[in-house]
């Protein structure tokens, strides 16, 4: 039986490929300083990825920094009124 280049290859390349970005290409892309995301990485306060000693970045973690970020809106303070 012969196999066909469909059943041997395990799909679309563009699947497997996973885009690994520095600080500063991440940082970029977030408009934030490099030097934000070294730190708040070197804490572990923000999703990152550390191949060998070099830190990196995915998509998915850009995005979890940007959700992180998120802030509520401000509810309106109510005036109070000088009582005399």
């Known amino acids: 039986m012969d196999a066909t280049v469909d059943e041997v290859s395990p799909g679309p390349v ?5 885009v690994l970005l520095t600080a500063e290409q991440a940082a970029q892309r977030l408009q934030l300083r490099a030097s934000w995301l070294r730190r708040k990485a070197a804490a572990r306060a923000i ?20 959700d992180q970020s998120k802030s509520d809106p401000k509810t309106t303070r109510i005036a109070r009124g000088r009582v005399t």
């Open 47 to 66: 999703p990152c990825r550390y191949v060998g000693k070099h830190l990196r970045f995915t998509h998915d973690d850009l995005v979890a920094i940007a």
């Open 14 to 18: 563009e699947d497997a490929v996973v």
